[in-house]
């Protein structure tokens, strides 16, 4: 078996060609960073794209975007791994899906402000170094074990963040889902840290207390050096001294200062430096000896190590996504996977109700009515040279201390806005109108949402996921090739017509031309007609032809745009005007420009009324379009002004009922609480009148007995007798009347009389009235 491999380190590409007898096999796989097979840790796979799909990601300046995004990695493996998963682009739809919620998860993460995604204080390579090292049974080096217990040490650091958010509000565990499980599922060692911290010292160098024979190793070394010292100043002076010795061969030190080379080699200075050669052997045995300790240490935990550099790469990977996203303002991308066919009944039954509902501005539908919707979106490429300016600005006024401007003017934000049905879109304008920026920008986003990035667009921004983007952009004349401008572009076109499919975004600049007009425009719209019937599920097209303008009026799934034009200052806007034809400009900029006027007007006649009609009809259909779209932004400006009145009013109605309501159980509470308090005063001053008439009785009682102690029955006084209490017995015997309703009785616990109102005869009481007063008392209470 032959083996032929080519290894590149840190992402590498190996090659094999193996050979079993006629049968040759050539093997391409990606090899990480370390070579375990750990089934948790994340994997690479490279996947061939076909040459279409690599010249689309060529004139798209994709790899200029990815090599921006990978800037942001903090780790020069995480700027490899973020550049070869950008470059990629083969995810599908769920595993898109996943990468945004890895790149939302890291954007909360950073605005939360408890956690720390930097790697940049961490030499991954080192890391991977030590872990291929330990794995291959060598040696760790000192600054490699240092930066395997520093990536340990952060990824422990940030376990210990991620519990402590969760522990004050557990809803941050889902919020943080993915890179919640992510980062809690590695086990780290703290052991091992603590033993890297304890021999090696922040400068990756072993520690003297790292063991007692290292210690005594290095004094002696100290020691040996400066003996040496001395002996070689003692020869220098004696040398100086008498200069009538001549030295053949002066004193010379080889490389490290290790060996010493004395031309008279004194006895002395050779045994001194065989010592010192000597006491050097030890320290390093020593540390040998140490660094294998920590080795046959890290080497049983080598799998989680692994699994953490791995995880630690994949999460620089996302920090570097999610702070690109952070930077530029972008904004997350409702993405969604369209029907398999590139069209449902929905969509057709949208385009052939409401052809005409392109509008820019804002947004006149729902949506998801829309089938790609990108407000205000920008090239990412013109917006990163345009902060890349401004702060070569901010840093030539800091440094300089002079005032300075930004050259150049911003990029201008286009509005897209292709509803449901559309399958083709045809962009015509001037030439440098911002035509050919417009499919890019369109491309790029598509490819960034598909890859996990936000896109430079407005919170609202919704398009399809699409399984390739192909774009036939620039000149594509071959010299190699023999193929011209025209030859090279339907190349291009062929090659996307047979690898699109019904999920694919297709870009065209200038369909049809480089040949003859006639021929190139009928070539143009056979070209578009196709992928509207059977071919992508989006087309986009800028041309010139003015025939392919009318591809919509006979086909619902086209339509129409074009790039605004000033022909007050003769200079486009970049602005897309929907559902407009674009029309020509050249004669009348040629007016302006000053060409004379037979020239103007020979052309004009050559061009033909009909076509001078046709660009008035177009003329007066932009003004129509630019009136309408005026007027549509003013009534939904009032529309939303009058929804925040309503919602203020509605506002206001729900808080004076709520204030109603609160006002009404507070009266409500302080009356139950002022009758609660009233019925208690009443309580109180009852018992403690009756208290008080109690005690006068048994007082009147007392005295009455004391006077007439000692006397004879019958000689008590009438009154007395009178009064004697009405005992239950003889009520109930009939001895003693009852009292009757209306008659007036002495009741002994008031000490007054009192009227009758009722009689209770089986409950045994009376009710009476005192004053104002009604009450019930026992008939025991009762004196006759």
């Known amino acids: 078996m032959q083996t032929l491999s080519i290894t590149f380190c840190n992402c590498a590409l190996l090659v094999r060609r193996n050979s079993v007898g006629n049968r040759n096999r050539l093997n391409l796989s990606f090899i990480s960073s370390s070579s375990s097979s750990s089934s948790s840790a994340p994997t690479l796979i490279c996947r061939s794209k076909s040459k279409s799909q690599t010249d689309s990601l060529r004139v798209l300046e994709w790899d200029k975007l990815c090599d921006v995004v990978a800037s942001f990695a903090r780790t020069s493996l995480g700027r490899q791994a973020t550049k070869k998963k950008l470059w990629s682009l083969d995810q599908s739809f769920d595993e898109s899906l996943k990468l945004l919620e890895e790149t939302e998860a890291a954007i909360k993460m950073l605005e939360h402000g408890s956690f720390c995604l930097d790697l940049s204080s961490i030499q991954i390579s080192l890391v991977e170094l030590g872990i291929r090292n330990a794995k291959r049974k060598m040696s760790l080096r000192a600054d490699q074990a240092l930066e395997v217990a520093s990536l340990l040490s952060f990824f422990e650091n940030l376990q210990l963040d991620l519990k402590a958010a969760i522990k004050q509000d557990g809803d941050w565990y889902k919020r943080f889902m993915p890179l919640s499980e992510m980062i809690m599922l590695p086990v780290i060692n703290r052991s091992f840290i603590k033993l890297v911290e304890q021999i090696i010292d922040v400068d990756g160098k072993i520690k003297d207390s790292a063991s007692s024979d290292l210690r005594l190793s290095r004094e002696r070394v100290q020691t040996v050096e400066r003996k040496l010292q001395q002996l070689l100043e003692a020869i220098v002076r004696s040398q100086k001294a008498n200069e009538s010795v001549m030295v053949s061969t002066p004193l010379a030190w080889h490389k490290k200062k290790e060996q010493i080379f004395i031309a008279s080699e004194p006895l002395a200075a050779v045994s001194m430096n065989d010592e010192l050669q000597s006491a050097r052997a030890s320290v390093a045995k020593a540390e040998a000896e140490i660094l294998s300790m920590l080795t046959a240490k890290m080497q049983m935990d080598l799998d989680q190590i692994d699994d953490v550099m791995k995880y630690s790469i994949q999460l620089d990977v996302i920090n570097a996504r999610a702070t690109y996203s952070r930077a530029y303002g972008a904004s997350h991308p409702d993405i969604y996977l369209p029907p398999e066919d590139g069209v449902d009944s929905e969509s057709l039954s949208a385009g052939e109700d409401s ?47 002079t005032a300075g401007t930004v050259s150049g003017v911003p990029p201008v934000p286009a509005d897209f806005q292709i509803s449901k049905g559309t399958r083709v879109l045809v962009i015509t304008g001037p030439n440098t109108g911002g035509k050919t920026i417009c499919l890019k920008s369109v491309g790029l986003a598509a490819m960034m949402a598909k890859s996990g990035l936000y896109v430079l667009a407005s919170e609202s921004a919704r398009l399809p996921w699409f399984d390739n983007i192909y ?90 745009a074009c790039m605004e034009f000033d022909d007050l200052n003769l200079k486009p806007t970049f602005k897309i005007l929907w559902g407009v034809p674009g029309r020509s400009n050249a004669i009348n900029i040629a007016e302006r420009l000053g060409l004379p006027c037979d020239i103007i007007n020979s052309a004009r006649e050559l061009y033909g009324s009909a076509s001078a009609e046709i660009n008035e009809v177009i003329l007066d259909m932009e003004r129509y379009k630019q009136d309408y779209q005026r007027l549509l932004n003013e009534s939904r400006r009032y529309i939303r002004i009058s929804r925040e009145l309503h919602e203020n009013l509605l506002t206001a109605e729900k808080n004076i009922n709520s204030h109603a309501t609160r006002e009404r159980l507070k009266m409500r509470q302080e009356l139950i609480q002022a009758g609660s308090m009233a019925r208690s005063t009443l309580r109180r001053t009852l018992q403690q009148f009756r208290a008080s008439a109690a005690q006068s009785s048994r007082t009147k009682v007392a005295t009455q007995l004391k006077t007439t102690k000692g006397g004879d029955n019958a000689t008590r006084s009438p009154s007395m007798v009178a009064r004697r209490p009405v005992s239950e017995d003889a009520a109930q015997k009939g001895n003693t009347k009852l009292p009757q309703v209306g008659d007036s009785v002495f009741v002994s616990s008031l000490g007054k009389k009192v009227t009758v109102l009722k009689v209770e005869q089986s409950k045994k009481e009376i009710l009476v009235q005192v004053g104002i007063m009604k009450m019930k008392v026992k008939l025991t209470e009762v004196v006759a």
């Open 355 to 401: 052809p005409a509902n392109n509008f820019s501005g804002e947004e006149a539908l729902p949506r998801k009515e829309w089938l790609l919707y990108l407000p205000r979106c920008y090239h990412p490429l013109l917006l990163h040279q345009h902060k890349k300016r401004i702060r070569k600005t901010q840093e030539a006024v800091k440094y300089h201390k």
């Open 471 to 560: 774009a036939d952009i620039g000149d594509e004349q071959s010299l190699l090739q023999s193929l011209s401008t025209f030859s090279g572009h339907l190349k291009q076109i062929s090659e996307i017509i047979s690898h699109s499919t019904s999920r694919s975004l297709v870009l065209l600049d200038e369909v049809g031309a480089g040949t003859n007009p006639l021929e190139g425009a009928a070539l143009g719209m056979a070209i578009l007609e196709s992928f509207a019937e059977s071919g992508s599920l989006l087309t986009m097209a800028t041309t010139h032809h003015g025939e392919l303008k009318m591809l919509k009026y006979s086909n619902s799934a086209f339509e129409n």
